[in-house]
């Protein structure tokens, strides 16, 4: 809460004027812009200007913003409608590469780090768990994602990925429950006791 | 603040009453997963200039921003290649097989940057090979380099011992194995063979680009191993192209069948996915996945024969192959320019001279040279 309420701080300064505020935001978002770029696409370079892009927007609208928004969110979204504008126009280029029909531009992809996690009974779990979460259709992972690593709420998920709020609860709850089903029971029951 | 306080409630799913307690754990578990993600962080100084540029257009007026917008420097990106190429080897991952372990440093542990075609033996001797393209056959234990009567024997006590041949960039070479596969290795690459394959397996290492060939052998399937993929063959041609420094390695099939390995370190064991003629897999390194397409399988073997030939291509992407295969460099002046599209087929036999006042012709750019490269920009138009 209090990085969120420093967010808004800064973008309160930043936009009434403040260069350093500005600068402070850039650091915070930067690479956080990145990682979330390359959920989506794997064109490095790409999601680079999408960043300069945003940031040089930011600026120049800088008068018009609205004062009252949750910044990650506002970012995210913003950055997400740029990444999905320069992919169109990479797509023109080199159909091979882009799937042009889906939001989503590359799949989402990823494993749970060995190092981040001590117990080995909790990393098995962790590992079974992050092979079922890749099983699941695109789009439900976008929103896990959205959920868990930026920790937005429906409102901000659905508004971001042009769905109903309800759909995205259901999408919530469908994933969770299915990934419920697929795993062991034991597993789980061990995680249980194990808390 | 109420407001806050009620969507973190909401956001909460491990509390939400309408989940059960073992749907509950698994939503506290997946986000302990996705927090647990590492997230991938811009590359050092990377941060600092894409700041620097945003400051920089703060202070053009207004009204010309737009325009400047997707024209980053281009010199910054031959860095980053540059870069990418020197930490190749250095931060990679035990894989599980050994053998691809050990082939894969052998190829790591020599550089790529040199001025000749180097054939590196099992036993430490290292063989110049001169001239552009070159020539090397294993045949009944000898190997017979450029068909000018140069032959070496074959170490007899090193028989399986790895070889590296190395082609830099500005070379290509051909390279027929003892079991009668043919190789074309285009300019930049690497591979590592024995010069007998034992039984039941033939395998070979590849970083870089080559066309293969492979004889026909059941009982001994060959393998070709990348760093991100790997391919499996029981006789077929098809084209294999796992640089370094592109995200993304690929495979075009000419003919036969070949089934593809990929997500070769992952935690739960690669995926395999068979491939028909006349396709390409593109394996992503960043998203994990193999996507397979149908494509002109010509446009991308045709660099074997000496041609380059492009249907829709962008003027960055024939550049990139260009720069490769000649070792000159080739820059755009202005980064909408690169991403035109370019058809066509060019000749690389030709000297460069020759091929570039024929490009600049088919694109209506003008260029200047200065040493090892080549400056394209639009020619002068009135202004919009």
Redesign the interface.
Known sequence: ?IV?KSDIELWELFTSGSQTAF?RL??KY???L??FG?RYT????MV??C???L??DL??YRDELAKDVNVRFYLLKSFKRKLHTASK??AI?????WDLDDKVV????????QD??SDERQRE???A???E?NKLPERQKEI??L???H?L??EEIASMMQISVPTCRTF??RA??E??GK?E?ST??L??WA? | MEEEDYGSLQNHLENDPDLTGPERVIADNTRMLFESVPQEKLPEGEKDRIWNRIIGYAQIPKADTRKRLFRLASWYRVAAVVTLISLAGVGYKLLKRPDSDVMKQAASSVSIESTETRLMLADSRTIHLKGENSDVVYQNDLIRIDSSGVEKNVNPAQKDGLNTLVVPYGKRSRITLSDGTKIWLNSGSRLVYPSEFAEGKRAVYLDGQAYFAVAHDTDRPFYVQTDRMDIKVLGTEFDVSSYGDDQKVSAVLAKGSIELLTQKDSFWGGQRSKMVPGTRAVYDGISKRAQIDKVNVDEYISWKDGYLIARHQTLNEVFKKLSRYYKYDFTIQDEEVGMETFSGSLDLHEDIDQMVIGLADATSLKYHKSERRFIFEKKDTPSE
């Open positions: 809460m969120d600068g850039y650091d930067a690479d956080l990145y990682a390359l794997s064109d490095k370079d680079k200007d960043i300069q892009d940031f040089i600026l120049h126009k990479a280029f080199s159909l091979n590469e590359s799949g989402f992809s990823f494993s749970a780090e981040t996690v779990m962790l590992q768990l992050a092979v979460i896990l994602y959920k868990f690593t920790n709420d429906y919530v709850y969770i429950k990934l419920r795993l029971i789980i029951l995680i249980l808390l």
